[in-house]
Structure formats: structure tokens, C-alpha cells
């Protein structure tokens, strides 16, 4: 199994953006999520590779949007209007996972091995 691979981290000033990258098979249900330091993984958006549909968490809405290129296997997360509550590790992750758990990480069985955002205010 080939393990998703992210890119596009790094340090940016509040209100400034980043897009994140993943190379990654595709998946059911392919999603981002968030460890900042001392705190535990969090889900921030979710793609269903069937319809399209997607999910984000309340704290990311407006701000941040989920989408994948199919001809180059690679899932994305634009982040606008970063603000420094966004640093954390980023990681993508994918699996077959119901739509009601998409923000449950132990859902997912393949895991990037993250990629670092610092938002300085």
C-alpha cells in the first residue's frame, strides 16, 4: 500500500494563505486533518470521491476548501485568512469511512506523514 504524501507547508503571516498538496490513491473518503502541538489530531475537511461531497469542521467553514485533481491523484486544501489558531501538523489521510465519521480518525487506515503550517500573528 502506498501511503499518501503531502506537500506545501510552511510560515505565513496571519490573513495569509497556503495550499496543501497530496499524493494519494484514490479513496472512498479522503480527508485533512490537524494536530496542534499538545492537543489532540483533529478533522478539518473531508472529500466523498463518489459525489463530491464535502465536509469541514465548524472552524475551518469559509475559510479553507477541500478538492482533488483525479488525473494527477492529488487532493488539495487551499487555506485563506489563516489565523494562528491554524498551526498544527497537517496530515492527510484516507479510507472507507461513513460519511457520519469522517472527522474520526481512527476511521481512516492510511496516513501521510503530515506537513508543518505556522501562522504567525
Known amino acids: 500500500q502506498v501511503h499518501p504524501v503531502e506537500s506545501g507547508g510552511g510560515s505565513v503571516q496571519a490573513g495569509g494563505s497556503l495550499r496543501l498538496s497530496c499524493v494519494a490513491d484514490?479513496?472512498?473518503?479522503m480527508a485533512w486533518f490537524r494536530q496542534p502541538p499538545g492537543k489532540e489530531r483533529e478533522g478539518v475537511a473531508a472529500i466523498y470521491l463518489s459525489t463530491d461531497a464535502t465536509y469541514y469542521a465548524d472552524s475551518v467553514k469559509g475559510r479553507f476548501t477541500i478538492s482533488r485533481d483525479n488525473t494527477k491523484n492529488t487532493l488539495y486544501l487551499q487555506m485563506n485568512s489563516l489565523e494562528p489558531e491554524d498551526t498544527a501538523m497537517y496530515y492527510c489521510?484516507?479510507?472507507?469511512?461513513?460519511?457520519?465519521?469522517?472527522?474520526?480518525?481512527?476511521?481512516?487506515?492510511?496516513w501521510g506523514q503530515g506537513t508543518q503550517v505556522t501562522v504567525s500573528s
Open positions: 484514490a479513496t472512498y473518503c
Open positions: 489521510a484516507a479510507g472507507s469511512v461513513g460519511i457520519g465519521y469522517w472527522q474520526l480518525a481512527a476511521a481512516y487506515d492510511s
